[in-house]
């Protein structure tokens, strides 16, 4: 089954987003951009709102939220039940928020990491799976 994953950012987060959409489509994955659709400023909790509401409901497995740090948008998306949010700048963390967190939002910073390694960041995250056991533990004491 192709993984529905649905992806928003702020005005500071487009152009990745953007980038990021397109090469993820190109891999033929379903992905649904919930915007922002321009540079306009816009506030990032909003989006990541819509987004982390979208995930908790089941309409989508897995999140990408996109602002200048990548910050603002995990402090908000975490307010949601069922969100684990994981700010993320390297290979490394991408990995180990799937494995241990069984994060289901990755979130980058536009101003952080650059195109490629943000690519290979999304990559890493989407493909790693959750390894359970003692980890799913503690995932159940955070809820
Ligand atoms: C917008 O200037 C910036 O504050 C936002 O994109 C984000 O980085 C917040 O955490």
């Not at 650059?114 to 989407?126: C, H, M, Q, R």
Request: proline letters at 1%; charged letters at 25%.
């Amino acid at each position: 089954m192709t993984t529905k994953i649905i992806i928003g950012s702020d005005h500071a987060g487009y152009h990745l987003k953007t980038k990021i959409a397109e090469y993820l489509a190109n891999k033929g994955l379903n992905v649904y951009d919930e915007g922002t659709h321009n540079t306009d400023s816009c506030d990032y909790p909003l989006i990541a709102q819509k987004v982390a509401q979208k995930i908790a409901n089941n309409e989508y497995e897995k999140g990408i939220l996109i602002c200048g740090t990548g910050i603002g948008m995990s402090i908000a998306a975490n307010k949601i039940k069922g969100i684990r949010a994981a700010v993320v700048s390297d290979t490394c963390s991408a990995k180990m928020s799937r494995q241990h967190n069984n994060s289901n939002i990755l979130c980058l910073g536009e101003r952080i990491v650059g195109e490629s390694l943000a690519k290979d960041i999304v990559d890493i995250w989407i493909d790693t799976e959750f390894l359970g056991d003692r980890h799913a533990k503690r995932i159940a004491m955070i809820e």
